[in-house]
């Protein structure tokens, strides 16, 4: 492996063998030891990135760094850095890795800038690996490492228990990487159960649950059969409506009562850090709260990680997938026979086809979306579209006595045809279009299928807090699941009409 952005980008046993070195590690990482491994570079450096505040993940990291006796430089206070003078993040990573950084360790308020920093290192050639420590309200894949490798060490196991999530569960990066994490070892062992504590304006989204089983409630009795209990921090910093904030704020708090009263007996309390009231101060030093050995295992579960992305750094990376989209033809015919048929005054054809020669008609679009297609061919497709090379055509009726409301938006292309990688948008933009496709004296009618992605660079991602909304250069890509369009970088599943919208 050459990055480390997200627990989904792998499958289980890679994950399990990761946390298996972590656990190896442990010791080295207690007693101030250094493992030996071959392919060392003492003069190799970690770079250290936190774009956001961060103890516990920037100390362990440089830690670790230490530990696998390679060179470790943090970049602490974003004010004594060029960022400070506006400098782009890609520029602030193409800069890194320029001046020899072989694993940056990053972490952006932004969701997605630790996948945007690792898609400019391959798309450039550069042998630098990236570990996500942390994307905006996104994910936090080395803090699920170093959750399940702390599981690990006090069940002796990381499957059949019931685990309890409280607090803000909405934007915790940390919850959303053990959840990833969970998904993956559910597939194989199904023994995980998983109940979630918040008030509505911190619950998990429900495209975050996608997957998961996740049992729900507002009050912390229902955490009475966990084995676990994971609480968070309200992420104050990432709640822009005050009031919501308000709602969630110290609703909930693991104290004495709840310990003796509420909680199993022998229940484990984690949490990633920094915490606030959810785990009152007067059981900080119960022995059912295990957060601090958890963030020292921190530590372990990092250093098995930067081996494996510094050793993988060197390696071929799979190119980014091309966006597919399966095209069928329905229609195809001579150019003259279409004529006659026109003539005859046959099909939708006889208002608007003045094709003979080459060009193409887009038609069955919704109405108002013929001009939203000519603005995405003009500014992407590299069409002509002065007037007389594309025409849209308003509200043209689809059939014969057809109500107003079945109107249809055409657009025709004059001259000129889309490149194979525009069907795909726009039949995720309308899902009723045909492509009426006139060359070299031949007329084909085509229906696309969804296409599996939309390629970068086509729309916008609705989410303002995406890198891709945060950088000049950075472009969005997403790939199409039902009929939605989730952002490949803050990993939100936008609508059709937030795409449209957003364009
Ligand atoms: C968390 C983070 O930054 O996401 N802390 C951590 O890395 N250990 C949790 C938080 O900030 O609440």
């Known amino acids: 492996m050459k990055h480390f952005i997200s627990i989904q980008d792998f499958g289980l046993d890679e994950i399990l063998d990761i946390l298996e070195e972590a656990q190896e590690m442990v010791s080295y990482a207690e007693e101030r030891g250094q493992p030996s491994w071959p392919a060392r570079n003492p003069l190799a450096k970690v770079t250290v990135l936190m774009m956001e505040p961060s103890t516990r993940t920037r100390i362990s990291t440089c830690q670790a760094g230490e530990l696998m006796g390679l060179r470790v430089e943090a970049i602490v206070g974003m004010d004594a850095t060029s960022f400070a003078k506006k400098e782009s993040f890609i520029d602030g990573m193409r800069t890194l890795a320029e001046e020899g950084t072989d694993v940056l360790a990053v972490r952006t308020e932004w969701a997605g800038g630790a996948r945007m920093a690792s898609e400019v290192y391959d798309r450039m050639g550069y042998a630098t690996s990236v570990i996500n420590c942390g994307d905006g309200p996104n994910r936090h894949p080395t803090q699920a490492m170093l959750n399940f490798l702390t599981i690990m060490m006090r069940l002796g196991r990381v499957h059949d228990f019931c685990i309890g999530?409280?607090?803000?569960?909405?934007?915790?990066?940390?919850?959303?990487?053990?959840?990833?994490?969970?998904?993956?070892?559910?597939?194989?062992?199904?023994?995980?159960?998983?109940?979630?504590?918040?008030?509505?304006?911190?619950?998990?989204?429900?495209?975050?649950?996608?997957?998961?089983?996740?049992?729900?409630?507002?009050?912390?009795?229902?955490?009475?059969?966990?084995?676990?209990?994971?609480?968070?921090?309200?992420?104050?910093?990432?709640?822009?409506?005050?009031?919501?904030?308000?709602?969630?704020?110290?609703?909930?708090?693991?104290?004495?009562?709840?310990?003796?009263?509420?909680?199993?007996?022998?229940?484990?309390?984690?949490?990633?850090?920094?915490?606030?009231?959810?785990?009152?101060?007067?059981?900080?030093?119960?022995?059912?709260?295990?957060?601090?050995?958890?963030?020292?295992?921190?530590?372990?579960?990092?250093?098995?990680?930067?081996?494996?992305?510094?050793?993988?750094?060197?390696?071929?990376?799979?190119?980014?997938?091309?966006?597919?989209?399966?095209?069928?033809?329905?229609?195809?015919?001579?150019?003259?026979?279409?004529?006659?048929?026109?003539?005859?005054?046959?099909?939708?054809?006889?208002?608007?086809?003045?094709?003979?020669?080459?060009?193409?008609?887009?038609?069955?679009?919704?109405?108002?979306?013929?001009?939203?297609?000519?603005?995405?061919?003009?500014?992407?497709?590299?069409?002509?579209?002065?007037?007389?090379?594309?025409?849209?055509?308003?509200?043209?009726?689809?059939?014969?006595?057809t109500p107003d409301e079945r109107r249809k938006d055409v657009v025709v292309l004059e001259g000129q045809h889309i490149g194979q990688g525009f069907y795909g948008p726009i039949r995720f933009m309308e899902p009723d279009v045909t492509f009426n496709v006139i060359k070299g004296g031949t007329f084909t009618k085509v229906k696309a299928d969804m296409p599996n992605a939309l390629p970068a660079g086509i729309f916008k991602c609705p989410n303002d807090d995406c890198i891709t909304n945060r950088d000049p250069e950075a472009k969005a890509r997403f790939y199409v699941q039902g009929d939605m369009a989730v952002c490949s970088y803050c990993c939100r599943p936008h609508s059709r009409q937030d795409i449209i919208e957003k364009m």
């Open 165 to 401: 999530f409280v607090g803000d569960l909405r934007y915790s990066r940390t919850i959303h990487s053990d959840l990833d994490m969970i998904q993956l070892l559910n597939q194989r062992f199904g023994d995980i159960r998983i109940k979630a504590v918040s008030v509505p304006e911190a619950a998990l989204y429900e495209w975050q649950k996608i997957g998961l089983d996740v049992q729900e409630s507002d009050s912390l009795e229902f955490l009475s059969d966990c084995d676990i209990v994971c609480a968070t921090r309200i992420q104050k910093e990432r709640y822009t409506d005050k009031n919501e904030l308000k709602k969630v704020q110290g609703r909930y708090s693991i104290d004495v009562r709840a310990l003796s009263k509420v909680l199993r007996d022998n229940v484990l309390i984690m949490h990633p850090g920094p915490r606030g009231p959810e785990v009152a101060p007067e059981i900080s030093e119960d022995r059912h709260v295990i957060m601090w050995k958890q963030m020292g295992y921190g530590v372990p579960a990092r250093m098995a990680i930067i081996r494996r992305c510094f050793e993988g750094r060197l390696g071929k990376v799979a190119a980014l997938e091309d966006a597919l989209c399966v095209l069928k033809t329905i229609v195809e015919e001579s150019v003259e026979s279409r004529l006659v048929k026109r003539e005859a005054g046959e099909g939708a054809f006889r208002y608007f086809m003045p094709i003979t020669e080459r060009g193409m008609v887009i038609g069955h679009l919704s109405l108002g979306a013929g001009d939203r297609v000519k603005h995405l061919l003009k500014k992407h497709a590299g069409l002509r579209g002065d007037e007389g090379c594309i025409h849209v055509h308003e509200g043209v009726k689809v059939a014969k006595g």
